[in-house]
């Protein structure tokens, strides 16, 4: 799946004021509340949980 449901978008707009957020089964963030975004700062392919997991060493020791 590579988009957000209308269901669950209608949650995320919904939670505007709580960090959300909704990713693929391969860790790739598709949508994400203003929060989330705060919480999260990440923009571009950091926003990939994959590709921090190979470019990013800290992010194993999670």
């Known amino acids: ?3 957000s449901t ?22 790739d963030r598709l949508r994400r509340t203003p929060l989330g975004v705060a919480l ?3 923009t571009g392919p950091d926003r990939s949980i994959g590709y921090g997991w190979f470019t990013d060493p800290t992010i194993g020791y999670l």
């Open 1 to 3: 799946m590579s988009t």
């Open 6 to 27: 209308p269901g669950l978008l209608r949650i995320l707009e919904g939670q505007q004021d709580a960090p959300a957020q909704s990713i693929t089964e391969l860790a």
């Open 40 to 42: 999260t700062a990440c």
